[in-house]
């Protein structure tokens, strides 16, 4: 039976539209080679330079239109003049909060050692999945101004964090670890934030119970984030906090390549709304319309969005293409020292994925 996906695009600002041409080039190849399964793609002009012709970043029934997708393929949102929160809160932060993707997939894996900072055998084993927190936690907007101005002057920032949403993301990283074969591990700091930090470790040891199979460590925030430099092996399936996450998989694209490479997947495990897929990098004003942007971060974007229709033998053959085309210098874009164009990393990526 042949399996229908319906992605929905919105290629953004910059750079955006260059590389997810090269994703979806990549879509229709694999849907070339694999009779089982068919996608169909509807575009979507949303970003920034629509906000600049509409007062708006997307249609006010916006969501209503991607509800029935079965995922949604992003390129970056961004634009000079444009501040960044109004682009983040009025497109992504809402497509995030709508469809209820709580859960921020984004690995982190050095597919050539050149590309690390790393050296040696830290660079080894740079092979690790963080699940954050996208819901609720550090980001959760509450907080309160006192005394504007005066000297007694108090500003607070509070985090929430509620047992529905600590739960729903422990477990959801407790079944990957056990569908992975991995081991789990919990980064908080319980020792200075005593109220969420010791309900997240507490919560964290309640859903361990269910889970004997599965290894588990627990790490401090800052031991973490020594670790995952000196001793990046430790890690296979790391989960935590919106804010810890925001951090560690910053620290984590540094340490496996930088943002030509950085991917990440908003999901709604439930399925009841579609998941977002996207590279981490941005609209990048300072390359776009040149045709040099790398699209090796959007093709791996491809790769989370197969995993999560359940093709996991794409997923990783685009993974390792991707690990093939780092090991040919000379045919990557000028970010990576190359001297390739956009379209023709795109088309030599898939002349290798699917010979
Ligand atoms: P935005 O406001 O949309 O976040 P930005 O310029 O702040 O844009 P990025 O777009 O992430 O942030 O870019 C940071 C730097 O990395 C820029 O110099 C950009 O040219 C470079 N860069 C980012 N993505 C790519 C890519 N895919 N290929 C090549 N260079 C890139
Ligand atoms: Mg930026």
Redesign the pocket.
Known sequence: MVKEKRIALLPG???GPE?VAEGVKVLKAIEQKDKNLSFTFEQFPWGCEYYLQNGKMMDDDGLSQLQHFDAIYLG???YPGVP?HVSLRDLLLKIRKGFDQYVNLRPVKLLNERLSPLKGKAAKDIDLLVVRENSEGEYSGEGNWLYKGEPEEVVLQTGVFSRKGTERIIRYAFEEARRQGKSLTSVSKANALNYSMVFWDSVFEEVKRDYPDVETASYLVDAASMFLVMNPERFDIVVTSNLFGDILTDLGAAIAGG??LATGANVNPERTYPSMFE?V???????AGKG????L?AIWSVAQMMDHFGEEEWGRKIVSTIQQIMDEDEKL???FGGEATTAEVGDRFIKLLTS
């Open positions: 600002d910059g750079i590389v970056a949102v961004g960044d943002l030509g590279p990098h941005g609209s990048a004003p300072d390359i040099i942007a790398n699209p971060a874009t000028p970010d």
